[in-house]
């Protein structure tokens, strides 16, 4: 079956420090993705997006995604991580036909001061 | 508007009432989404609307569950007689355009409580 999966449930980070959550899909074909952060009472807001080209995407607050087809991932990464930073991440795709997204199961980041 | 807007933020409602959520999508989107997130978990399709035409609700999990497009802007999610199981937020989403390449816009969400 089509899905996205996101391993870790739960991440502690100290502040500064890097961090890299895991995605992984399984769809036949190139999926487009998405990473959603949402922090605690609001929203989903969209950090970034791969759709097709340069498999290394960047996103608003110092966030990056690598697409790899061998290993059916698209991990997000950012190299030193702010308390703000804390929330929890959702990686996304419409792996059917049109653009209903399948969510993954989230991960929660907690940020060490 | 500037972003999805949703109302109420917040709704209460004793098991057996009726609720109606509205979202109002960014000025133009011509795709609409409802998403229900419970606790912990991800959010999961509910329907899918390209302007006033439903093209997908095999999300809905029961027939106590209803939405509305009429005019191809403002959508109403209904839920009649509600059950402790509704308990969720329910997300409100936008996109220019239909497609698997658009971007999706979310709003903050209906946090509903069923007692």
């Known amino acids: 079956a089509q899905s996205v999966t996101q391993p870790d449930i739960h991440i502690t980070v100290s502040e500064g420090a890097s961090l890299e959550l895991r995605c992984n899909y399984s769809?036949?074909?190139?999926?487009?993705l998405f990473w959603y952060v949402q922090s605690p009472g609001q929203g989903l807001q969209l950090l970034l997006k791969?759709?097709?080209?340069?498999?290394l995407v960047q996103g608003i607050k110092g966030f990056e995604a690598e697409f790899k087809r061998s290993q059916s991932s698209f991990n997000l990464r950012k190299p030193s991580v702010h308390w703000s930073d804390a929330a929890e991440y959702f990686c996304?795709?419409?792996?059917?036909?049109?653009?209903?997204?399948?969510f993954g199961g989230g991960t929660r980041v907690l940020v060490k001061p | 508007g500037a972003g999805v807007s949703q109302s109420p933020r917040y709704k209460v409602a004793k098991r057996g009432q009726d609720v109606a959520l509205r979202c109002d999508p960014i000025?133009?989107?011509?795709?609409l989404f409802w998403y229900q997130q419970a606790l912990g978990q991800g959010p999961e399709f509910l329907t899918y609307?390209?302007?006033?035409?439903?093209?997908?609700k095999s999300g809905l999990p029961s027939d106590r569950f209803f939405a509305e497009r009429p005019e191809g802007s403002v959508s109403t999610l209904k839920i009649q007689r509600t059950q402790q199981e509704d308990s969720a937020v329910y997300l409100c989403?936008?996109?220019?355009?239909?497609?698997?390449?658009?971007?999706?816009?979310f709003g903050e969400g209906s946090w509903l409580t069923v007692v």
């Open positions: 989403a936008s996109s220019l355009a239909g497609g698997a390449g658009n971007t999706i816009y």
């Open positions: 769809y036949g074909a190139t999926p487009y």
């Open positions: 791969y759709f097709s080209g340069d498999t």
């Open positions: 996304a795709g419409p792996l059917a036909a049109g653009n209903k997204l399948t």
């Open positions: 000025s133009g989107h011509v795709s």
């Open positions: 609307f390209q302007n006033e035409a439903q093209l997908d």
